[in-house]
């Protein structure tokens, strides 16, 4: 899996052949979202020694630092090849997660897809935004992933819950946006990447509906309170691919989970 796609190779070569600046060809890649430093790596000489980006793999590094990586009694490392995910069980308690399903039941729509699909039954659940405004619980839980995260939460989505009935799913997809993709221009942007996902399960009354890794042959069955979370990016900036992930059909009864999305900047609602 490589971080820049061959047509995008092969882009950059052109340029280079035609005599495009390597600064303006870097600048049109960062805009597209590929990360900086694979991108300077493909340019190497071309590019001025000196030149300098906030968004370096320093940055990249300590975004990947994250306050529960280094709790001694905290969440559990839990994969491979490189990408790190975390189980944190009771998470949040019963009680909490009981109040935040029914926050969810008050105000669900049809969840919406980030990339366009042909496939209708990609994502058959519902979703509801859990702004601060709506309940003091919703402060509370962003406080509590706040403190465990040491994320600024300037840099976080707004709360989502989603809710899964008989039959719902959501197929493997990321969370990050394709760079170089329409998805990315339309989502991310001044907005930033997707970094970190926060995810908690608020119940496990459903048969089916596990959250599988299916290149990391990783699979976790819902459990109240317990919160899965992971870094969708790698070191260097660039988007990490096992990190995909497929939220597997309800058999019986309904599940819900509320998710925390983190960017690589500043996040700003439309
Ligand atoms: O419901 C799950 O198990 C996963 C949800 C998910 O992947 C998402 O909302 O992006
Ligand atoms: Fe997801």
């Known amino acids: 899996m490589q971080s820049i796609p061959q047509p995008w190779k092969n882009w950059v070569v052109q340029n280079l052949m035609q005599g495009v600046a390597a600064d303006k060809i870097l600048h049109t890649m960062l805009d597209k979202g590929f990360a900086f430093e694979p991108c300077k790596r493909l340019l190497g000489s071309n590019l001025a020694k000196d030149f300098k980006w906030q968004w370096d793999a320093e940055f990249y590094r300590k975004l990947g630092q994250i306050k529960l990586v280094q709790l ?23 009680e909490e997660c009981a109040g935040l399903i029914a926050l969810t039941d008050a105000k669900v729509r049809p969840s919406e897809l980030a990339s366009p699909t042909e496939d209708k039954y990609f994502r058959t659940s519902s979703s509801a935004d859990l702004e601060h405004s709506d309940h003091p619980l919703i402060d509370l839980v962003n406080q509590r992933i706040a403190d465990a995260t040491g994320l600024n939460p300037a840099w976080g989505e707004p709360i989502q819950a989603q809710r899964y009935q008989l039959g719902q799913e959501f197929k493997a997809h990321t969370d ?29 009354e459903c048969e089916g509906g596990q959250t599988e890794f299916v290149r990391l042959n990783r699979t976790f069955l819902p459990e109240t309170g317990m919160a899965l ?14 990190t995909l992930h497929h939220a597997h059909k309800i058999t019986a009864g309904a599940k819900y989970v509320i998710t925390k999305w983190y960017r690589d900047r500043p996040y700003q609602s439309k």
Request: net charge positive.
């Open 229 to 242: 979370i992971w870094n969708n990016l790698l070191a260097d900036g660039s988007v990490n691919p096992y």
């Open 72 to 94: 001694k009694n905290g969440p559990q490392l839990q994969s491979v090849q490189g990408t790190q995910l975390y189980c944190w069980p009771n998470f949040l308690s019963s």
């Open 176 to 204: 990050y946006f394709e760079p170089g993709s329409k998805e990315y221009d339309r989502h991310g942007g001044a907005r930033g990447q997707r970094s970190w996902t926060f995810m908690v399960y608020l119940n496990h």
